[in-house]
T-cell receptor, first 113, second 112 residues
Framework: AAGVIQSPRHLIKEKRETATLKCYPIPRHDTVYWYQQGPGQDPQFLISFYEKMQSDKGSIPDRFSAQQFSDYHSELNMSSLELGDSALYFCASSYRSAGYEQYFGPGTRLTVT | QQQVKQSPQSLIVQKGGISIINCAYE??????FPWYQQFPGKGPALLIA?????SEKKEGRFTISFNKSAKQFSLHIMDSQPGDSATYFCAASPYNTDKLIFGTGTRLQVFP
């Protein structure tokens, strides 16, 4: 079965640079979620989109923005990167009408040097 | 403040034994409780989930027990196998929101 696709899988950036993470949800899924997981920590919810509209917002820094496009893929844009932004970034998707089950992608490992 | 408290932090079980991981919450607005399994460097994989109107749900070797009055839920892994060695996260979702709030995770090691 098709899974959530994330790209790139690894990304190395310097402080103050910008990064863009992409997420392609499972086909027919209409909701996309972004989570950040620091080393040895639990995933923290950042933001979600349903049918291309922001549906919920968590602890996402103002330096970050995200959107969902007409083909349902989503992008997380991160600017003025800080060392503390180094983490695994996961995208998850779900089909809202079928319930709350969120299926996670393999993640993007962002390293800020 | 951790909204979903998970214990133990780590667990060592022999092959064939039962692994039990517990979670507790305070927010009565939570209405969906999934468990995720995560291998190092991989994304969390949904194992099993339950809603508050059910006290127990079983899928294969995995069982969720849910105690609404105590605001606790637990994951039981029967006949634990070395391949089950991973980090397990409980989570909860408030009614009418999208977010999952995760517990702090339990690192399970199953020895042959």
């Amino acid at each position: 079965a098709a899974g959530v696709i994330q790209s790139p899988r690894h990304l190395i950036k310097e402080k103050r640079e910008t990064a863009t993470l992409k997420c392609y949800p499972i086909p027919r899924h209409d909701t996309v979620y972004w989570y950040q997981q620091g080393p040895g920590q639990d995933p923290q919810f950042l933001i979600s989109f349903y049918e291309k509209m922001q549906s919920d917002k968590g602890s996402i820094p103002d330096r970050f923005s995200a959107q969902q496009f007409s083909d349902y893929h989503s992008e997380l844009n991160m600017s003025s990167l800080e060392l503390g932004d180094s983490a695994l970034y996961f995208c998850a998707s779900s089909y809202r009408s079928a319930g709350y089950e969120q299926y996670f992608g393999p993640g993007t490992r962002l390293t800020v040097t | 403040q951790q909204q979903v408290k998970q214990s133990p932090q780590s667990l060592i079980v022999q092959k064939g034994g039962i692994s039990i991981i517990n979670c507790a919450y305070e927010n009565t607005a939570f209405d969906y409780f999934p468990w995720y399994q995560q291998f190092p460097g991989k994304g969390p994989a949904l194992l099993i989930a339950i809603r508050p109107d059910v006290s127990e749900k079983k899928e294969g070797r995995f069982t969720i027990s849910f105690n609404k009055s105590a605001k606790q839920f637990s994951l039981h892994i029967m006949d634990s196998q070395p391949g089950d060695s991973a980090t397990y996260f409980c989570a909860a979702s408030p009614y009418n929101t999208d977010k999952l709030i995760f517990g702090t995770g339990t690192r399970l090691q199953v020895f042959p």
